[in-house]
């Protein structure tokens, strides 16, 4: 039921494939990312919880898409409720996961796709130093019993673990 604040809302949700979303959705998606943090020690979202409150306040984690990661990267994820947007959560997220995945001896590129249009997350980029790589076309995504979604054009962003360990430094 918490997660519903997330998957609802169309403004937060504006720049997903999946768009608002229902209850059945919402259920089979935490199994999905039951399933995946079962799989691999690296991956998967959590739930991000206010300490104050017990309240959530989104979801984020580490994914490693087949089709946009190599074996040695990492793509974060975060999406917060509305009510937690201005408040630096999306900065501290991001910058816990790449922390996270540089720990991993394996990982040594962190990716960002984000949508040119999404200029809260390109913020959070931005407040990260996180170099911009290249622009990708817009792009037609098939997702399971849904129709075709058309998504983009995007910003490839990336980390490297020694541009990361020298604005850490």
Known sequence: PALRAVFRDPEVNQFSAHGVQNDD???SWIDKQ???SAASESFGRLAIIEKATDDLCGYAGLMQYPDR???QEFEISYRLVRKQWG???A???ARLQIDYGFSRPEHERALAYIEIENWRSLKVIERLNMPFERELP???VELEN???THIGPKKLIVFTRAQWEGERA
């Open 25 to 27: 959705f919402i259920s």
């Open 34 to 36: 039951h399933a995946m």
């Open 69 to 71: 990661c190599a074996p």
């Open 87 to 89: 408040r630096g959560l």
């Open 91 to 93: 900065t501290e997220c």
């Open 138 to 140: 817009e792009q037609i």
């Open 146 to 148: 849904e129709p075709p």
